[in-house]
């Protein structure tokens, strides 16, 4: 999903953030499943499903920002 983000944005997408946004809005769900570890072993990842097959805009005025320099704030 992360490449489907990242192309239509077109810049990379951080799967923590775009995770935590996903859940945060209610278009993810946990299915309480886990996926099994790699060869190399490692924690295995958390599955999630969509939430309805319908496609909803959650929030039309979000954006997922490319990665820059943090704007100054003002004193």
């Not at 490449?3 to 209610?26: C, E, F, I, K, P």
């Not at 805009?57 to 490319?66: E, I, K, M, S, W």
Request: hydrophobic share 40%; no cysteine; charged share 20%.
């Amino acid at each position: 999903m992360r490449d489907l983000y990242a192309a239509a944005l077109g810049h990379d997408v951080s799967a923590t953030n775009l995770q935590r946004v996903l859940l945060r809005r209610g278009v993810l769900e946990s299915t309480g499943r886990l996926r099994a570890s790699g060869p190399t072993g490692g924690r295995p990842g958390a599955l999630f499903g969509f939430r309805t097959r319908t496609l909803e805009v959650t929030d039309q005025f979000a954006v997922l920002r490319p990665p820059g320099p943090a704007r100054a704030s003002v004193a």
